[in-house]
């Protein structure tokens, strides 16, 4: 992938090297949750995400949905982070059974408490359009990034995956290919033949048909289910209960369903396990998004 080894290249050897799939759903994930909310808008919060997003000559929510991967991307220092780095996941340990802020977030600074933040300052009617736009821009990302399941937990320190290397069908996409990588994009890839292409990009009618497809698999009372936890105007306690999901489906399945041999290929059984997890995890954060976005833009 082109966008990854310049990173690797600006960035040199010796130092961490920070790639897009360290940070995200693939740019296609990202596309496709915003295209399922796109769809489900209030025709005042269409109205409302259609005034911020004309502020940069955006039209629709899937233009801005990888925004948050490519700031940042090659640190200021030598192996240093960029600052938001932090705000696309959290690492709860599969020891753990669930999140706890105090342990897993200590600095407040991770996906749970980013998430309610963005979305209170794109609720704010007082703050600058600037600022909501850019609020949107984040809120539209991390309930995508909230909603994969290794941006909710690690292993034996391995970074949601990111630092368990292996081939999948046989490819391990120029050393590349690792556990967060295949979350993120990999069988994406695979199952719906979404290739990203140089420089992050995505064909974004390819994304639409996609979502499109996905979107109709929704029924209404998996929506009405989905979006239960936003009742009560609390979104700190719904963001909570949609890492605990991610944490719980990592544990059972992202890592559960591992061949036990640590050497094997990754292909057909682990796709057979993994991909209705993904779809299902797609689903859901294009219809909470909606949800968040229908009560945040609800006045203007
Ligand atoms: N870096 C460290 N932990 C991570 C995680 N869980 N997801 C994505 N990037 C990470
Ligand atoms: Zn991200
Ligand atoms: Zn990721």
Known sequence: MQFRLLCASLIGAGSLVF???????????????????????????????????????????????????????????????????????VDIDVSHPAYDQARDCPDHVCVVEKLPEEIKILADTHASAQDRLTALKWVVHLVGDIHQPLHAAERNKDMGGNAIRLTYFGDNANGHMNLHSLWDEGVID???????????????????????????????????????????????????????????????????????????????????????????????????????????LNGG
């Open 190 to 296: 695979h199952e719906a033949d979404l290739h990203v292409g140089p420089f992050y990009s995505i064909d974004a009618s390819r994304a639409k048909k996609e979502a499109d497809r996905l979107g109709a698999l929704i029924t209404p009372d998996e929506t009405k289910y989905w979006v239960q936890d936003l009742d009560g105007d609390d979104v700190y306690n719904a963001t909570v209960d949609w890492a605990d999901e991610s944490h719980s489906l990592a544990r059972s399945v992202a890592y559960g369903a591992l061949p036990a041999n640590k050497g094997a290929d990754i292909g057909k059984d682990y796709t057979a396990l993994t991909w209705p997890i993904m779809e299902l995890r797609l689903e859901q954060a294009g219809v909470r998004l909606a949800a968040v976005l229908n009560t945040a």
């Open 19 to 89: 790639s897009s799939s360290a940070f995200a759903w693939g740019p296609y994930g990202h596309a496709i949750v915003a295209d399922i909310a796109q769809e489900r808008l209030t025709p005042q919060a269409q109205k409302a995400a259609t005034a911020l997003l004309a502020l940069e000559n955006h039209q629709t929510l899937d233009q801005v949905a990888s925004w948050p991967d490519t700031i940042g991307h090659v640190p200021k220092k030598k192996g240093g982070a960029p600052e938001t780095l932090k705000w696309h996941y």
